[in-house]
């Protein structure tokens, strides 16, 4: 199974984010751009894996107190090779820290199942879109992200990711409460 942990984005953001994609898509076709229902802030993915190593992470996870913590999202930004964009994602203007404490722990209970360690550093965001090509493309200016309220992370989510043509669909498997 091909699975991830990550927090998921309210419905009241997610219809304005959705509405701020689609003013996107028509600027930049180059890109894939992430549907609606996919939106979330990746905590750590943990690519194709067996169902008992995700199991025993989730299980790891929930013996833990995980504490909740506030987010808001902020300015737009890219992931690039030279000049090229591969990535284009929100940052997060409030919740940095936390956020990294919490990757830093599920990054520990997925190394402790026996998985790699992550070697690029954590990097909170929220992905809008990849470029289809594989180098990556230009990316045009596109409108500025709307002014979202802030929200409660509640809850981790380890999610199944389901590749197919028209895209990826995300099932949330199981939720970690956050306190």
């Known amino acids: 199974m091909r699975a991830f942990f990550g927090l998921p984005v309210p ?21 894939r751009w992430v549907s609606e229902a996919n939106l979330h802030l990746t905590m750590r993915f943990l690519g194709n894996v067996t169902e008992e190593l995700v199991a025993g992470v989730a299980s790891t996870l929930s013996e833990q107190k995980l504490h909740g913590f506030d987010v808001e999202l902020g300015h737009m930004g890219a992931f690039k090779r030279g000049r090229l964009v591969r990535v284009v994602w929100i940052g997060m203007e409030q919740g940095l820290e936390p956020a990294r404490g919490l990757a830093s722990i599920v990054e520990a209970a997925c190394v402790g199942a026996g998985l790699e360690a ?29 002014r979202l309220p802030p929200w409660r992370a509640t809850g981790l989510v380890l999610y199944q990711s389901h590749l197919g043509r028209p895209g990826a669909v995300y099932e949330p498997l199981r939720t970690l409460r956050l306190e």
Do not use: M, S
């Open 11 to 31: 419905d009241a953001q997610r219809v304005e984010l959705g509405r701020h994609l689609a003013a996107c898509a028509a600027k930049a076709p180059e890109f």
């Open 118 to 146: 992550e070697t690029r550093p954590f990097q909170p965001h929220l992905t809008l879109a990849r470029a289809r090509g594989r180098d990556g493309a230009p990316l045009p200016p596109l409108p500025d992200p709307p």
